[in-house]
C-alpha cells in the first residue's frame, strides 16, 4: 500500500495543484501584471508564443529556407499528432500568427486551412487546441479571469465567458492605468493592451454592485471580486470551442452565441435579463483561446454571417443583447470542392475577403509519406505479424506518385521525379533545376490518393490469412489495386487506369530493388565495389581527358581500360554509341559535386552504383547458382550458399526468415525468366 501511495504522490503534487488552482484579490493579480505583463497577452499572442516556445529548426530544401517548428512534431502527446513533410504550409500558417499577434492586420482574419481530404487539416488544428490548452498549465502560459459574489455569504460565480480581470477597469481609463501600472518598461514584447466590454452578465452584475457603493469602483473589486488562474480546456469546454455542421433542421445561431434559459425567466422576470441567458455558445467558451469549425464552408450562410463580426470586430451578437467583445483565434477547414463553390458565390465576396486561405497539400516527398505509415504500422503496434521491408514503401511511393503532375521535361520520368523531391540526385539535375520543377507544378500535392486510403489497404493486408505471419509488398500492392474498383473519389476510369499503371510502374521498382538487395547479399562486399568504382572513374577520367592510367602493379602507363568500361556500362544499357556522351556526364556530376563542396562516393550517382552492383554481381552470381532455388532439387554445397545470403538479408536489410526466403525465391524466378528469354 505504502508503494501505492508514493506512486500516487509521485504524478499528484500538491504544489502543481496549488499553483495551477491559485486565487487572490484583484490588487495581487495587478502585481502579477506588473511582474509579468505577459498574463495579459491575447488569444492570437498566446497561441503563437505557445507554437515558437517549443523551438524550431532552420533547414534547407532544394535551397529554399525553410523552417521546421517542433511544436507539430507533437512533443505534448510523443509524436501521436505528429505532422510530417508540410514545413512550407505550417510556416505560412506560423506567420499569419506572429501578423497577428503584431496586429498587423491578420488577427482580423479567419484562418482557412484547405486541401484534400486526408491531409492533416484536422490533425493541425487538433493540434493547436492540444498546444494551447498544454501550454495554459505551465508557468510561460499562465492565464487568469475572474469571479464574482454578490453578498459575502454567496459562492463565487465565473464571469461567464472568463474575462481578463482588467476588463473591470473603464474603458475610458484603462489605457493610462495600465501605463501607470507597467511604466516606459522596453522589455514588452507586445504592447500592454486589453480592449474590449466585459460580456452582458459581467457587466450587469458590475453595474449593480456599483449602484450599492454610489460608484465606488475599488469597494466593488475588493468585496465581491476576485482573480483565479484559468485553464483551458476542450473537454470542459474551457477557451476551446469546436463547431461541427448538423443539418439545418436540428442546428440553429444559438450554438455558436448562446441561447436563452427559460427556467430562469420567471426567477429574473424577463428574457432580456443576461442572468436568465447561458453564455455556453461555441463562440462564448472559445473566448480567450481557439475556436475550430470543422469542414467550415458546410455551414449554413446564416453561420458564415455570424463569423463576419467575429472576425473583422471580434464581436457576436447574442440573441436579446448588444454586441459582445470576444478575443479568440478563428480556424476553419474545408475541401477542394466546398471552396470552388465559395469562390464562384459572388454574395460570399465579403467572407472570401476576411479570409486568409493556407493550402495544406498531401506530402510529395517519400521519406516523410513513409513516415506517417510508420507511425501507425511498426513492431510495437503490430504485434504477431511481420512486416517485410519495404512494403510500407512501395505503398508511400504509389501515394506520392498519384499526387505528382507528369513533368514537362520529356527524358524525366515521374518516378524519377520523386526521387529527385526525396533528396535523390540524378545526373543533370542540380537543386535549381527540383526548385523549377516544383515551381513549374504549383498545385501538386492538392489530388491524389490520401494516406487514410493507404492505411486501409495495410491494415486489410494485416489482417488476411495470408503470409504465414509477414506481409509482404505484394500483398498490399493487391490489396491498394482491388481498392481501385470501389473508390469513391476517383470521377473517371482514365484516373483509375493512371493510378493502375503507377502501381505497376512502382511493382517494377520493386523488382529492381530486390534484385538489388540479392545481389548485394551475394557479392557482399562493399569494399570491392569501391574498389570497382575508384578503377572505372579512374579510367573514364583517362579517357575523357586522352591520358593514361598508371598500372598499380606494374607501374607502367597505359591506355583506359576498354573492356573494364564497356563491361560496366553495358549493365545500365548505355550502348557503344553513347559511351563517350555518359563518360563525360559522370565526369561533369563529379565536378558538380566538387564545386558545391560534396565529396563523390559511388552511392551518390544511382545509374552508377546499379552498374557496379550488376557488374560485381555478375562476377560472383555463378558461384551460387541462384536460380536454382527455381527448382526442387538443390544440392547441400548449394543450400549452404543460400543460407548464408538468407542470414545477410536478415541481418543487413531486416527480412525474417519467411520474407527473406520469399525474396530469394521472387529474384531467382526474375533471373530464370530472363535467362529463359535470352535463350529463346
Not at 44 to 62: C, K, N, P
Not at 412 to 433: C, I, R
Request: with cysteine; charged share 30%.
Amino acid at each position: 500500500m505504502s508503494s501505492i501511495r508514493s506512486l500516487a504522490r509521485k504524478f499528484a503534487s500538491t504544489d502543481q495543484f496549488r499553483a495551477l488552482n491559485w486565487h487572490g484579490t484583484f490588487e495581487e493579480y495587478l502585481g502579477l501584471v506588473r511582474e509579468r505583463p505577459e498574463v495579459t497577452r491575447n488569444a492570437f499572442q498566446r497561441l503563437y508564443d505557445m507554437i515558437v516556445s517549443w523551438g524550431a529548426d532552420e533547414l534547407t530544401r532544394h535551397k529554399r529556407p525553410l523552417t521546421r517548428y517542433k511544436f507539430f512534431s507533437d512533443p505534448i502527446d510523443g509524436g501521436a499528432d505528429a505532422i510530417f513533410g508540410l514545413e512550407e504550409p505550417l510556416m505560412r500558417l506560423v506567420g499569419v500568427l506572429k501578423s497577428a499577434a503584431n496586429g498587423f492586420g491578420t488577427e482580423k482574419r479567419i484562418i482557412l486551412l484547405h486541401g484534400p481530404v486526408g491531409s492533416s487539416k484536422s490533425t493541425i488544428a487538433r493540434l493547436l487546441k492540444k498546444g494551447i490548452e498544454h501550454y495554459s498549465r505551465t508557468d510561460a502560459g499562465a492565464l487568469y479571469t475572474f469571479q464574482w459574489r454578490m453578498s459575502p455569504d454567496d459562492p463565487w460565480e465565473d464571469s461567464p465567458m472568463h474575462e481578463d480581470p482588467l476588463k473591470l477597469v473603464p474603458g475610458e481609463f484603462r489605457r493610462e492605468f495600465l501605463r501607470e501600472l507597467v511604466g516606459d518598461r522596453n522589455d514588452l514584447r507586445y504592447p500592454l493592451d486589453v480592449g474590449g466590454e466585459l460580456d452582458p452578465a459581467s457587466r450587469f452584475n458590475f453595474r449593480l454592485l456599483l449602484e450599492r457603493y454610489d460608484g465606488d469602483w475599488w469597494s466593488v473589486i475588493e468585496q465581491h471580486v476576485r482573480v483565479r488562474r484559468l485553464l483551458l480546456s476542450e473537454k470542459d469546454r474551457v477557451g476551446i470551442g469546436t463547431f461541427q455542421p448538423k443539418d439545418e433542421k436540428n442546428q440553429d445561431s444559438t450554438e455558436l452565441t448562446g441561447d436563452i434559459n427559460y427556467r430562469k425567466i420567471a426567477q429574473y422576470g424577463s428574457d432580456s435579463d443576461p442572468r436568465a441567458f447561458n453564455f455556453d455558445g461555441e463562440f462564448n467558451v472559445a473566448n480567450r483561446g481557439v475556436i475550430e469549425f470543422i469542414e467550415l464552408l458546410k455551414l449554413d450562410v446564416a453561420f458564415l454571417y455570424d463569423l463576419l463580426g467575429a472576425t473583422q470586430e471580434h464581436k457576436i451578437k447574442p440573441k436579446k443583447f448588444a454586441q459582445t467583445d470576444i478575443d479568440e483565434v478563428i480556424i476553419g477547414h474545408t475541401n477542394e470542392p466546398e471552396y470552388r463553390k465559395l469562390q464562384s458565390n459572388e454574395l460570399m465576396e465579403a467572407f472570401r475577403d476576411r479570409t486568409v486561405k493556407i493550402d495544406v497539400p498531401y506530402i510529395t516527398t517519400l521519406s516523410d509519406e513513409i513516415r506517417i505509415y510508420e507511425k501507425d504500422f511498426n513492431r510495437e503496434k503490430v504485434k504477431g505479424r511481420f512486416i517485410a521491408p519495404h512494403t510500407i514503401e512501395v505503398a508511400a511511393m504509389w501515394a506520392v506518385l498519384t499526387r505528382l503532375e507528369e513533368p514537362k521535361n520529356a527524358s524525366l520520368t515521374l518516378l524519377q521525379k520523386l526521387k529527385l523531391y526525396n533528396g535523390k540526385s540524378l545526373p543533370g539535375f542540380t537543386e535549381d533545376n527540383i526548385a523549377e520543377l516544383r515551381e513549374a507544378a504549383p498545385r501538386e500535392g492538392m489530388q491524389g490518393i490520401s494516406p487514410r486510403y493507404v492505411q486501409d489497404k495495410i491494415s486489410n493486408a494485416l489482417v488476411s490469412d495470408q503470409g504465414e505471419g509477414t506481409i509482404n509488398p505484394f500483398m498490399v500492392m493487391n490489396e491498394l489495386e482491388e481498392g481501385l474498383r470501389h473508390h469513391s473519389l476517383i470521377a473517371s476510369e482514365d484516373l483509375r487506369k493512371h493510378y493502375k499503371d503507377l502501381l505497376a510502374t512502382v511493382k517494377e521498382e520493386y523488382e529492381d530493388i530486390v534484385k538489388n538487395e540479392v545481389q548485394k547479399a551475394i557479392s557482399a562486399d562493399e569494399d570491392a565495389i569501391a574498389r570497382l568504382c575508384a578503377n572505372y572513374i579512374d579510367n573514364v577520367k583517362a579517357y575523357t581527358q586522352r591520358e593514361k592510367v598508371k598500372n598499380k602493379y606494374t607501374g607502367q602507363d597505359e591506355e583506359p581500360d576498354e573492356r573494364l568500361m564497356r563491361s560496366i556500362e553495358e549493365k545500365i544499357d548505355i550502348p557503344d554509341a553513347r559511351k563517350d556522351d555518359f563518360r563525360r556526364e559522370i565526369m561533369n556530376y563529379i565536378g558538380a559535386l566538387a564545386i558545391e563542396g560534396k565529396q563523390f562516393h559511388y552511392w551518390t550517382n544511382e545509374r552508377l552504383q546499379k552498374a557496379l552492383e550488376l557488374k560485381l554481381f555478375e562476377d560472383q552470381k555463378d558461384s551460387i547458382k541462384l536460380k536454382n532455388l527455381v527448382s526442387n532439387v538443390i544440392d547441400k554445397e548449394t543450400q549452404e550458399k543460400i543460407d548464408i545470403v538468407k542470414a545477410r538479408l536478415i541481418k543487413n536489410y531486416g527480412y525474417d526468415d519467411v520474407s527473406a526466403t520469399d525474396v530469394l525465391n521472387y529474384v531467382a524466378s526474375i533471373f530464370a525468366r530472363g535467362d529463359a528469354v535470352r535463350q529463346t
